[in-house]
Every structure is written in structure tokens, then in C-alpha cells.
């Protein structure tokens, strides 16, 4: 088998594993579908009272709302995609087998998670949004070109977080244990990428910080590409930039790691 086949079907294996979770997908549509509805309200009224905030009207704020639900489990905001598994496999020594196959570890890991992020938008966060369209006023645009380019955000949204996350995942070589990463990831997800409220609306020096991180690439950029607040090309050049630093400097990490492995317990 190819490497490109043997990747896809690393992929497909991915979604398949999630789409098996039936009770837990269900859980997580009504979870999101209840958190859009309590956020679209707080939104409301925010911008009732300053109108134009980070310069959305209202219409494009419940849309970033419901994106943000969307995207939640899709880009793994708060972890729990492909690195809590790895992190488990280094702390047990499992890893070890992983790196006697003939495949690179990081992209068989990345091509996992992008089937996992693929089921989760499909089978979580369309639900939600689909919600939002359907009960409140949303900023969607009806040129096909717009959408194409989302979904070019949205991929590259996808291997941005993959990258923050393998390198937390690999921190464990050091740490021998992922649940402190866990914890910095999950607070980092929230309060960087905007899931709370859009980075546009953060005045002064922090929000000039915070949307040139890469948690910015995650929702920020999708969601000002869909409601014409960006362009495409800027949003790709400033997501592919980060996607390249972050999976490069994880080879770096990699390399590093894997010339010392721990073998603890297994």
C-alpha cells in the first residue's frame, strides 16, 4: 500500500472510530446546541450595548457563536483529540511500537485527527449550526467562492490545532504524565482561540497579541473569511505560516524526544 493510501486509510479509521461514539455525539449536539443558545443571548445583549463591537453587527456575531459550536469538538478547542491517545501511549511506553513502523509518526497521527476532526464537524457541529440558521439572524454569504474558501480555512484551521496538540502530546517524554498538559491546553483553547468571545473584540495591547497567535488561525480566521471581514489569501498565508512553524518546530521535539524514550510501565 501506498504511503498516501495507507494515510487516508488511517484517516478513514479515525472517523469511523468517532462515528461509533453514537451516545456521545448525541450528547455533545444537544451540549453545543444548549451553549450556542446561552451565548447568542449574553451576545445579544452585549452588542445591544455597544453596537459594532470587534466590527461585527449583530447578525455576525450569533454567527460566530454558532461557528464557534461548530467547530468546538471538530477542532478539538479544549483538547481531547489524537494527543490525549498519544500522550497515554507515551506514558505507558506504548510508543515504542509506534516508532518501529515503517510511517512518520507525526503524520499518521495527523492524518488520524483529521479524520477525527471531519466526524466531529459533520456529525456534531453541523446540527448546531444548522440550529442557529434556522432560529436566529445569520451573516452567511451566498457566493459558492466564499464557502470554498472557508472550507480552505477550515482544513488549515484543523492542522493548526493538530500541531499545537502533538506538541503538548510530545511534552510528556519530559513530563511522564499528560494531565497538567491537558489542563494548560484546555485554558489556552478557550481563552486564545476566541471560543469565549472574538479576538476583534479585545482593545488595546492584548487583543493585538492574541490574534497574532496561531489559537487565532482556529476560529478568528474561518469566521471573518465566511462573513467577509478577511481575505482569503491573507487568512491562508496567516494560517499556513503557523501550520508550517508548528509542525516543524514539532519535528524538532520529535526528534529530540525519540532519542531519549522513557519506557514507563507496559
Sequence with gaps: MGSGRLYLAVAVGGFRRYASYRAA??????????????????????????????????????????LGQCLYATLAIQGGGAEKDLMERIRTGEIAVDLYRPVDLQVWWLAGDV?????????????????????????LPTEVTVWAAFAVTLLLATVVSFAIRYLAALSVFWLMDGMGVGQVLMITGVFFSGMVLPLNAFPGVYGDVVRVLPWAAQIQMPADVLMGEAEPLGAF??????????????????????????VQGG
Design 237 to 262: 498565508a496567516f494560517q499556513a505560516a503557523w501550520a508550517v512553524a508548528l509542525l516543524a518546530l514539532g519535528r524538532l521535539v520529535q526528534s529530540a524526544a525519540t532519542r531519549r524514550v522513557v
Design 25 to 66: 455525539t448525541a450528547a455533545g449536539v444537544f451540549t453545543n446546541t444548549v451553549f450556542g443558545l446561552i451565548l447568542v443571548y449574553t451576545y445579544l445583549a452585549l452588542w445591544e450595548e455597544k453596537p459594532g463591537l470587534g466590527g461585527y453587527d449583530q447578525a455576525q456575531a450569533v454567527t460566530y457563536v454558532w
Design 115 to 139: 479524520g477525527r476532526a471531519l466526524f466531529q464537524m459533520l456529525g456534531r457541529g453541523v446540527v448546531p449550526f444548522v440550529f442557529g440558521w434556522l432560529f436566529f439572524p445569520m451573516a
